[in-house]
Each structure stands twice: as C-alpha cells, then as structure tokens.
C-alpha cells in the first residue's frame, strides 16, 4: 500500500525516476478505487445524480497529475523523455481532430487514426513496464540501487 500511495506524497514532482512497483501499484489502487466508487455510486443510486459524478470526479482529478507524474518518472528510468507520457493524449486529440473536421468520412483516414488510437497507448504501456537502466542516467540516480534507504523515502 505504501508503494500505491507514494506518487501522492510526490504530487508534482516530475523530475527523477520512480520504479516499476511504484507506477504499477499506483496504477492498481487506481483502478480498484475508481471501480470501488462506481460501485458505491451505483449501490446509493448516484448514478443518475451530479453526487454520484462528483464522487469519481473529485477522485479521478485529486489521482490525474500523481498519475501523469509517476508515468513521466517512469519513462525517466527507462532513460526516456516524459513527453512520451502525452503520447495517448495526441491520439485522441487527432481523432477527435478527424472527426471535427469531418475527414473520418474516408475509410483509410478511419483506419489510420482508429490504429494510432489503440496502437499508441499499447506503445507506452509498454515502454512503462521495460525494467529501467541500471545505474545512474541523465534523469537521476537508479531507484532500484540498493543503497537507498527506503525509510527516507517513505518516512
């Protein structure tokens, strides 16, 4: 639980890297806790209320930038830059350009952008569970080094 809750305690620190256990344990308690307030929704009928929407909002809002953030020290600690964590963002971004612009209606342009959207997000899911290089890179020194005391970390 101490890895999941970590990236709140670093909100808006982008810099440095983070390990896999933090990203992936951070990315569970997400999707536990916003499945747990769906179902608490649905239990207390807020599903049709603004309550019901104010309850995940308030989550997914106070988990988006912990959650960008984690996601940027990840890609750090596999020596990448963290604009790759924007990647999903200008795929939706384009598609909803497409439609917008009504260009969708051409089926090579619905196929492309359709690929992009399903392809990319895969893309840094991956990137995101590549173990991070060893030792110290341009982002900072390895999180995995066994010489860090965990106690500062957490303490």
């Known amino acids: 639980m101490r890895w999941a809750l970590l990236p709140y305690r670093r909100y808006f620190e982008f810099r440095g890297r983070s390990r896999r256990i933090e990203f992936w344990a951070f990315f569970l308690w997400w999707l536990i806790a916003s499945i747990v307030l769906r179902l608490i929704e649905g239990l207390f009928g807020l599903d049709a209320l603004a309550a019901g929407l104010l309850l995940i909002l308030l989550f997914m809002l106070g988990s988006f930038i912990p ?32 439609v917008a612009f009504g260009v969708e209606e051409d089926e090579r342009v619905s196929i492309t952008i359709g690929t992009a959207v399903v392809l990319c997000p895969l893309a840094l899911l991956v990137m995101l569970a590549w173990k991070g290089t060893r030792g110290p890179n341009r982002f900072g020194e390895d999180p995995d080094n066994p010489d860090i005391d965990l106690e500062a970390v957490f303490g």
């Open 67 to 98: 959650g960008l953030a984690v996601t940027v020290r990840r890609l750090h600690d596999a020596n990448r830059t963290g604009w790759w964590a924007l990647l999903p963002f200008t795929t939706f971004f384009l598609a909803f350009a497409a």
